[in-house]
């Protein structure tokens, strides 16, 4: 009877193992999908008066082309965390308050979304600009970012989590997907 236990227990554990969790979906093919999981410093002093920003990180993919820059920018009024999409070939999602929208998990990005072909601040230096905006990243934790890139003239639609600072002054840019298949759309979190 023991051994017949202790076999039973093995079979148990052996296929608990093995089942997926429905939040462990298997990749879809058509998606690009990476883990990034790096911090970047978002504020530095600004270095000259001639320099408009500094480049500290972004999202890049070359087929279909993805570049979208995490900038630091002191030509805009606030200076803050800047989102650059693809040399302005690509777009990115902003709510009301004129900032990049954070967006929870399972939002579909697609054509019918709001984008902004400008490159639109995630948030705000708010140590030196204390009554600016804060938006839907400052302090809020892990939220989603919408953005779309132009590619051979078709449109690829992507998401990216970031983990922005409550100062607004880091960024943690935690994973990104891209969808493959252009004009086809693409949840949050979807991988």
């Known amino acids: 009877m023991k051994i017949v236990l202790t076999a039973l227990t093995s079979i148990l554990l052996l296929v608990t193992a093995c089942k997926k969790s429905k939040d462990d979906p298997a990749p879809n093919p058509d998606i ?3 883990t990034v999981s790096e911090t970047y410093k978002s504020y530095t002093t600004k270095p000259t008066p001639s320099s408009r920003f500094e480049y500290v990180g972004g999202i890049y993919e070359e087929t279909p082309k993805v570049s979208l ?9 606030p200076n803050g ?9 690509g777009a990115l999602i902003t709510g009301d308050h004129g900032l990049i929208k954070g967006l929870g998990a399972n939002v579909t990005i697609n054509a019918a979304s709001s984008w902004n072909y400008n490159s639109p601040a995630i948030s705000y230096d708010y140590v030196t600009n204390t ?17 779309m890139t132009i590619d051979d003239g078709k449109k690829y639609y992507g998401w990216a989590k970031l983990n922005v600072s409550a100062d607004g002054r880091t960024v943690k840019l935690i994973e990104y997907a891209v969808q493959k298949k252009p004009e086809t759309a693409i949840k949050t979190g979807e991988k």
């Not at 820059?69 to 009024?77: H, N």
């Not at 009554?131 to 953005?147: E, L, N, P």
């Open 32 to 34: 690009i999908y990476k």
């Open 69 to 77: 820059g995490i900038l630091m920018s002191w030509e805009e009024t």
């Open 81 to 89: 965390m800047y989102l650059h999409p693809n040399n302005s070939d």
């Open 131 to 147: 009554t600016s905006s804060k938006g839907d990243f400052a302090g809020k934790g892990d939220k989603y970012i919408g953005f």
